[in-house]
Protein backbone atom coordinates (compact mmCIF):
# COMPACT_ATOMS: atom_id res chain seq x y z
CA UNK A 1 0.00 0.00 0.00
CA UNK A 2 1.51 3.36 -1.21
CA UNK A 3 2.32 5.83 1.49
CA UNK A 4 -0.12 8.71 1.02
CA UNK A 5 1.97 11.37 3.79
CA UNK A 6 -0.88 14.46 3.56
CA UNK A 7 0.97 17.15 1.41
CA UNK A 8 1.17 19.91 2.21
CA UNK A 9 -0.55 19.94 5.72
CA UNK A 10 -3.96 22.00 5.82
CA UNK A 11 -2.82 24.54 8.40
CA UNK A 12 0.67 25.70 7.39
CA UNK A 13 -1.29 28.39 4.55
CA UNK A 14 -1.77 30.37 7.00
CA UNK A 15 -2.53 34.01 6.22
CA UNK A 16 0.28 35.25 8.35
CA UNK A 17 3.13 33.73 6.31
CA UNK A 18 2.81 36.47 3.37
CA UNK A 19 4.75 38.17 5.48
CA UNK A 20 7.53 35.71 6.12
CA UNK A 21 11.15 37.16 5.09
CA UNK A 22 11.59 33.72 4.34
CA UNK A 23 8.69 32.67 2.04
CA UNK A 24 9.20 30.41 -0.70
CA UNK A 25 7.83 29.61 -4.15
CA UNK A 26 6.47 32.95 -4.66
CA UNK A 27 6.52 32.66 -7.93
CA UNK A 28 4.02 32.88 -10.96
CA UNK A 29 3.22 29.13 -10.24
CA UNK A 30 3.12 28.99 -6.82
CA UNK A 31 0.12 28.91 -4.38
CA UNK A 32 2.21 28.31 -1.56
CA UNK A 33 2.79 31.81 0.91
CA UNK A 34 4.56 29.06 3.79
CA UNK A 35 8.21 29.65 4.83
CA UNK A 36 10.33 26.97 3.24
CA UNK A 37 7.26 24.96 1.88
CA UNK A 38 6.73 24.31 -1.98
CA UNK A 39 4.06 24.59 -4.15
CA UNK A 40 2.85 21.74 -5.65
CA UNK A 41 4.36 22.02 -9.25
CA UNK A 42 7.65 22.69 -7.39
CA UNK A 43 7.08 20.03 -4.91
CA UNK A 44 6.47 17.62 -8.39
CA UNK A 45 9.90 18.81 -9.91
CA UNK A 46 11.74 18.45 -6.89
CA UNK A 47 10.60 14.88 -5.82
CA UNK A 48 11.11 13.57 -10.11
CA UNK A 49 14.76 15.01 -9.30
CA UNK A 50 16.07 14.28 -5.94
CA UNK A 51 15.37 12.00 -2.65
CA UNK A 52 12.79 13.91 -0.32
CA UNK A 53 14.00 14.27 3.29
CA UNK A 54 10.77 13.12 5.75
CA UNK A 55 10.83 12.50 9.98
CA UNK A 56 8.21 9.77 11.27
CA UNK A 57 7.40 9.15 14.91
CA UNK A 58 6.20 5.81 16.55
CA UNK A 59 4.53 7.76 19.86
CA UNK A 60 4.37 5.86 22.71
CA UNK A 61 3.43 5.76 26.59
CA UNK A 62 5.82 4.98 28.88
CA UNK A 63 5.54 3.48 32.39
CA UNK A 64 7.63 4.80 35.57
CA UNK A 65 10.49 2.77 34.84
CA UNK A 66 10.59 3.81 30.96
CA UNK A 67 9.08 0.99 29.74
CA UNK A 68 7.10 0.88 26.76
CA UNK A 69 3.10 -0.09 28.09
CA UNK A 70 1.49 1.30 24.34
CA UNK A 71 2.24 2.39 20.84
CA UNK A 72 0.20 4.86 19.24
CA UNK A 73 -1.39 3.91 15.70
CA UNK A 74 -3.53 6.41 13.64
CA UNK A 75 -6.14 5.88 11.43
CA UNK A 76 -5.86 7.89 8.24
CA UNK A 77 -8.26 8.44 5.18
CA UNK A 78 -5.98 8.90 1.83
CA UNK A 79 -6.25 11.25 -0.60
CA UNK A 80 -8.90 8.37 -2.91
CA UNK A 81 -10.65 7.64 -0.03
CA UNK A 82 -8.73 4.44 1.77
CA UNK A 83 -8.58 4.27 5.52
CA UNK A 84 -4.93 3.25 6.46
CA UNK A 85 -2.95 2.86 9.57
CA UNK A 86 -0.01 4.90 9.90
CA UNK A 87 1.87 7.01 12.17
CA UNK A 88 3.31 10.27 12.29
CA UNK A 89 5.12 11.54 9.27
CA UNK A 90 6.12 14.40 7.45
CA UNK A 91 8.57 16.29 5.43
CA UNK A 92 11.65 18.57 6.89
CA UNK A 93 11.76 22.32 5.61
CA UNK A 94 14.20 23.77 4.37
CA UNK A 95 16.27 25.97 6.93
CA UNK A 96 14.32 23.58 10.03
CA UNK A 97 16.10 21.03 12.53
CA UNK A 98 15.52 17.50 12.83
CA UNK A 99 14.25 18.08 15.80
CA UNK A 100 11.96 21.13 14.85
CA UNK A 101 10.13 19.21 12.19
CA UNK A 102 9.52 16.05 14.85
CA UNK A 103 7.45 18.27 16.93
CA UNK A 104 5.61 20.09 14.47
CA UNK A 105 4.55 17.06 12.72
CA UNK A 106 3.82 15.36 16.15
CA UNK A 107 2.12 18.79 16.81
CA UNK A 108 0.26 18.64 13.49
CA UNK A 109 -0.87 15.02 13.98
CA UNK A 110 -1.48 14.33 17.86
CA UNK A 111 -2.70 18.27 19.33
CA UNK A 112 -1.08 20.79 20.79
CA UNK A 113 -1.80 18.69 24.17
CA UNK A 114 -0.13 15.32 23.17
CA UNK A 115 3.18 17.00 24.77
CA UNK A 116 5.99 14.98 23.14
CA UNK A 117 9.17 14.24 25.20
CA UNK A 118 11.92 14.90 22.84
CA UNK A 119 15.55 14.90 23.70
CA UNK A 120 17.62 17.96 22.97
CA UNK A 121 19.47 15.70 20.13
CA UNK A 122 17.46 13.16 18.97
CA UNK A 123 18.47 10.13 17.77
CA UNK A 124 16.52 8.03 15.21
CA UNK A 125 16.51 4.25 15.72
CA UNK A 126 17.34 3.97 11.94
CA UNK A 127 16.84 4.88 8.24
CA UNK A 128 14.24 4.01 6.48
CA UNK A 129 14.48 4.78 2.33
CA UNK A 130 11.54 4.74 0.40
CA UNK A 131 11.31 3.84 -3.18
CA UNK A 132 8.95 4.09 -5.77
CA UNK A 133 9.82 1.04 -7.38
CA UNK A 134 8.30 -1.95 -5.02
CA UNK A 135 11.02 -4.40 -3.59
CA UNK A 136 13.65 -2.28 -3.97
CA UNK A 137 13.65 -2.08 0.46
CA UNK A 138 11.09 -3.16 2.65
CA UNK A 139 9.12 0.30 2.21
CA UNK A 140 7.45 2.12 -0.72
CA UNK A 141 6.13 5.20 -1.34
CA UNK A 142 4.98 5.05 -5.40
CA UNK A 143 5.18 9.26 -5.68
CA UNK A 144 8.83 9.73 -4.74
CA UNK A 145 12.16 8.47 -3.49
CA UNK A 146 11.96 9.55 -0.12
CA UNK A 147 14.75 9.04 3.19
CA UNK A 148 12.96 9.13 6.48
CA UNK A 149 14.77 9.72 10.00
CA UNK A 150 11.86 7.56 11.97
CA UNK A 151 11.73 8.12 16.02
CA UNK A 152 9.79 6.79 19.01
CA UNK A 153 8.49 9.26 20.99
CA UNK A 154 7.19 9.22 24.48
CA UNK A 155 3.61 11.46 24.50
CA UNK A 156 2.78 12.13 27.90
CA UNK A 157 -0.62 14.23 27.28
CA UNK A 158 -3.86 13.98 25.63
CA UNK A 159 -3.98 13.42 22.29
CA UNK A 160 -6.42 14.68 19.68
CA UNK A 161 -5.79 13.71 16.31
CA UNK A 162 -5.95 16.63 13.86
CA UNK A 163 -5.66 17.49 10.10
CA UNK A 164 -6.73 14.32 7.74
CA UNK A 165 -5.55 11.91 11.44
CA UNK A 166 -9.23 10.14 11.92
CA UNK A 167 -8.25 8.80 15.32
CA UNK A 168 -5.21 7.42 17.39
CA UNK A 169 -5.63 3.93 18.48
CA UNK A 170 -3.47 2.59 21.50
CA UNK A 171 -1.90 -1.18 21.15
CA UNK A 172 -0.22 -3.28 23.18
CA UNK A 173 3.57 -3.39 22.16
CA UNK A 174 2.80 -7.36 21.10
CA UNK A 175 -0.72 -5.92 19.35
CA UNK A 176 1.61 -3.34 17.33
CA UNK A 177 3.77 -5.62 15.79
CA UNK A 178 1.51 -8.25 15.36
CA UNK A 179 0.91 -9.15 11.40
CA UNK A 180 -2.83 -8.15 11.73
CA UNK A 181 -1.35 -4.36 11.87
CA UNK A 182 1.07 -4.67 9.55
CA UNK A 183 -1.45 -5.98 7.28
CA UNK A 184 -3.16 -2.47 7.84
CA UNK A 185 -0.12 -0.05 7.65
CA UNK A 186 0.92 2.15 4.74
CA UNK A 187 4.31 1.74 2.83
CA UNK A 188 5.58 -0.83 4.98
CA UNK A 189 5.54 0.56 7.98
CA UNK A 190 4.74 -2.56 9.34
CA UNK A 191 8.41 -3.70 9.76
CA UNK A 192 9.31 0.29 10.92
CA UNK A 193 7.12 -0.58 13.46
CA UNK A 194 8.60 -3.08 14.82
CA UNK A 195 12.08 -2.25 14.55
CA UNK A 196 11.29 0.86 16.87
CA UNK A 197 9.69 -1.28 19.39
CA UNK A 198 12.79 -3.89 19.08
CA UNK A 199 14.99 -0.77 19.86
CA UNK A 200 13.93 0.03 22.93
CA UNK A 201 13.43 -3.39 24.16
CA UNK A 202 9.19 -3.52 24.17
CA UNK A 203 9.90 -6.77 21.40
CA UNK A 204 12.08 -9.26 21.16
Do not use: K
Not at 123 to 128: E, H, I, L, S, Y
Not at 178 to 191: F, I, K, P, Q, V
Amino acid sequence: MPVRTPDPDPDERGEGAANDPLRFGSGPSSGSTNPGWLSDVELAEARRRMPMLYVEAVPVRIDGVGAVTQVGILLRATPVGEMTRTIVSGRVRYGETVRDALFRHLENDLGPMAFPLLPLQPVPFTVAEYFPIPGVSAFHDDRQHAVSLPFVVPVTGTCEPRQDALEVTWLSPEEAASDALAAEMEGGRGTLIRLALASVGAIR
